[in-house]
């Protein structure tokens, strides 16, 4: 059959449309820049994404608008200035096609990281079925980063925002909901909350791999991961054996009405997971250019058995996380709590203990600037690595942000020690936010240990004179040091006259 040929002309200009069409790309948002967002007030807010090289990228919001050119490899990025709190509106994105990103929000963004303590969710902690009943702030949003170990550093993540309400409470994180409603509460804003935490996991894989290659430190760490990769095919063939037999001896305890034996754990190294650096190349380093007020951190227990390296890798974490956002700021954590199921019941005895050596180490990283502690000693449940009363962490993690942070005259720590000084056989001890000192219970003081150079401890009479306290022994004749509060567990009441307690500490560095 006969078909008319087209003109030359159309046959080219077709040509160049489909080449002009497929060579176009989208402009695309991270997925962090989405409905229900929250932008940070005052410093200029970060918006970002991907575009054709070249492609012109008009934001804005609120009535400020900012334009850029995608560079060579399709990225682009603008800063919306001067944002005022309580500013809502739509986000529009215009490139070669239109992006509306609905119900925005400006206030105060909050990044909310760590392990299981601070991924535990509502619906887990103290006084669930209030707490979610009454969660109905539709000016808090909380962004939860879905877990996403990776290899190499990411450009995005998944996850989503959720405005808080009884529908969606329950499975947020408890301590970032109620440290964001405290301070929704007492500054009247609007509250963002980045929340992007993994159970179980140590502070190296929240830390970039170069930070941790630069450091000799850190060495066995990698060494220690490389030597799981290398190894794994062998560990992987011993634990099918391992989980093949332990299939059989729990068929025969059922059958024999007993309990089954502890199911074998399959090895790491064949993926990303347990991996230095993991964590932080798929769930931080993605979040880096989002522009933040500061952090809140609950983390520590994976690290307990290496408390000396925590003391230096705890406050490296902090300041290559600081670097990544170009940002000098405010990092709060959560000081471990009480725990050890073993140790059931207290004998009240001096004791050598990794968790108070760990929580020693926390406390030692309060020397990094516009850094802040919440302890939590008093909170901690023994035979329960998970406390549930995140409500009280929340608030003391605000506390100190509203008094470091949003400049309000408030105490917001307990009583932190500060020095020691030998006197006739007993030591004095000073401490910062030392007002009011008292026992929190009203009894007597409860969890000081003196020692003499011999090391031996014996539980110690300690007394408050003033803003200082005095702590003898007559079973020490020449004291040499204190310690308080050092145990998985301690028995122990000091506070300041706001009811915060005080760290647990020691005066001396004796290492075990």
């Keep these: 059959m006969f078909r008319p040929s087209l003109p030359r002309s159309v046959v080219v200009l077709a040509a160049v449309i489909a080449c002009t069409a497929a060579g176009r790309a989208d402009v695309k948002l991270p997925a962090v820049i989405s409905d229900h967002m929250v932008l940070q007030q005052e410093t200029p807010a970060t918006v970002w994404g991907w575009a054709t090289p070249g492609e012109k990228v008009n934001v804005s919001f609120a009535g400020k608008a900012a334009e850029t050119v995608a560079d060579a490899a399709g990225k682009w990025r603008v800063k919306l200035d001067d944002l005022k ?45 209030q707490e979610i009943a009454a969660a109905n702030f539709p000016a808090i949003r909380i962004f939860t980063v879905t877990k996403n170990a990776q290899a190499e550093l990411q450009e995005d993540l998944p996850g989503k925002w959720e405005v808080v309400s009884p529908a969606s409470a329950g499975h947020l994180t408890a301590v970032g909901y109620f440290f964001a409603r405290r301070l929704h509460q007492e500054l009247k804003q609007p509250i963002g909350i980045l929340h992007t935490s993994w159970g179980g996991t140590a502070a190296e894989l929240w830390t970039p791999k170069r930070t941790l290659a630069a450091d000799p430190d850190f060495k066995p760490i990698l060494d220690s991961w490389d030597k799981k990769v290398a190894g794994y095919p062998k560990a992987k063939a ?32 064949n993926t990303a997971v347990g991996s230095p650096a993991a964590l932080y190349n798929g769930m931080i380093a993605p979040l880096t ?14 690290n307990a058995g290496n408390a ?10 902090i300041l290559s996380w600081r670097r990544a956002w170009n940002a000098e700021f405010p990092f709060l954590f959560v000081q471990l709590a009480s725990y050890n199921a073993k140790k059931i019941p207290l004998t009240g005895q001096p004791e050598e203990s990794q968790w108070a050596e760990l929580r020693e180490a926390q406390t030692m990283t309060l020397e ?7 302890v939590a000693i008093d909170v901690g449940e023994p035979n329960d690595i998970h406390p549930k009363n995140k409500q009280e962490v929340g608030r003391r993690l605000s506390l100190i942000a509203e008094a470091s942070v949003y400049y309000r005259e408030q105490e917001y720590s307990g009583p932190l020690f500060a020095g020691a000084q030998t006197e006739d056989g007993r030591i004095r001890l000073s401490f910062r936010n030392s007002a009011g000192l008292k ?28 803003d200082h ?31 915060l307690p005080a760290s647990p500490f020691r005066t001396d560095s004796w290492i075990r």
Excluded: H
């Excluded at 037999?245 to 059922?254: F, P, Q, S, T």
């Excluded at 250019?289 to 994976?302: C, F, K, L, M, N």
């Excluded at 702590?471 to 009811?499: I, M, Q």
């Design 308 to 317: 000396r390296l925590y003391r230096k890798l705890f406050p490296t974490m």
């Design 85 to 129: 709190s309580g500013a809502a509106g739509e986000l529009v994105v215009k490139g070669n096609n239109t992006l509306t990103v609905k119900d925005v929000l400006v206030g105060e963004v909050w990044l909310a990281s760590g392990q299981s303590n601070m991924e535990w969710v509502v619906a887990n902690a103290k006084d669930p079925q």
């Design 439 to 466: 026992a929190g219970d009203g009894g007597k003081l409860k969890g000081f240990t003196i020692a003499g150079e011999d090391k031996k401890f014996a539980l110690a009479d300690a007394e408050i004179e003033g």
């Design 289 to 302: 250019p989002y522009t933040i007020r500061g952090a809140i951190w609950y983390q520590g227990e994976s």
């Design 238 to 269: 011993d634990y099918d054996a391992a989980l093949e037999k332990w299939k059989e001896d729990e068929k025969a305890a059922k059958e024999a009405g007993k309990p089954a034996p502890p199911q074998p754990r399959a090895p790491q190294g």
């Design 368 to 374: 990094l600037p516009r850094t802040g502690m919440a």
């Design 469 to 499: 306290i005095v702590v003898s022994s007559p079973a020490v004749k020449e004291p040499f040091a204190v310690r308080y509060g050092w145990a998985d567990v301690p028995e122990c009441n000091l506070v300041n006259e706001t009811g």
